[in-house]
C-alpha cells in the first residue's frame, strides 16, 4: 500500500512540475501575442490574439478528445488557413491570420503547451 502511494505522491508531483514549464513554455512561446496568466488591463490592450482560454474552449467544442485537440493546435500552430479558424470571421477581422509558428517553437513544445491550456480551462 505504501509503494502504490508512494508511487502516485511521484506521479503527481512529476505531472505538478510538468506543468509548471508547460506554464513558462506557454507564457514565453505564446504569450507575446495570446493572454497567457493572470489577465490585466495592459494585456488586454495589448492582445493580438485570442486568449488561451478562448483557443481552449473553441477546440473543445470542436473535437471529441484531447488527442484531437492537442493535434489541431499543433497543425493550426505550423499550418494556419482561414479555413481551419474556429473562431467566427470578428476574430480574424480583430487579429488576422496567426503567422505560422514553424522554427519559432518545436512540435514538443506545443503538445505541451496545448496540453497545459486543455488542462486550464474546464469543461
Not at 478562448?54 to 499543433?74: D, G, L, P, S, W
Amino acid at each position: 500500500m505504501k509503494k502504490i502511494i508512494s508511487l502516485s505522491l511521484l506521479l503527481a508531483t512529476i505531472g505538478f512540475a510538468d506543468m509548471q514549464d508547460a506554464e513558462i513554455l506557454a507564457e514565453k512561446k505564446c504569450g507575446e501575442c495570446h493572454l497567457m496568466g493572470v489577465t490585466s488591463k495592459e494585456k488586454l490592450d495589448k492582445m493580438k490574439a485570442p486568449p488561451y482560454w478562448a483557443i481552449a474552449r473553441k477546440t473543445k467544442e470542436a473535437f471529441a478528445t484531447n488527442e484531437e485537440r492537442v493535434k489541431f493546435i499543433v497543425d493550426y500552430t505550423f499550418n494556419p488557413k482561414e479555413e481551419k479558424m474556429l473562431f467566427a470571421k470578428d476574430a480574424k477581422i480583430r487579429f488576422g491570420l496567426m503567422p505560422s509558428q514553424e522554427g519559432k517553437v518545436s512540435k514538443e513544445e506545443i503538445e505541451l503547451i496545448s496540453t497545459y491550456i486543455l488542462r486550464m480551462v474546464e469543461d
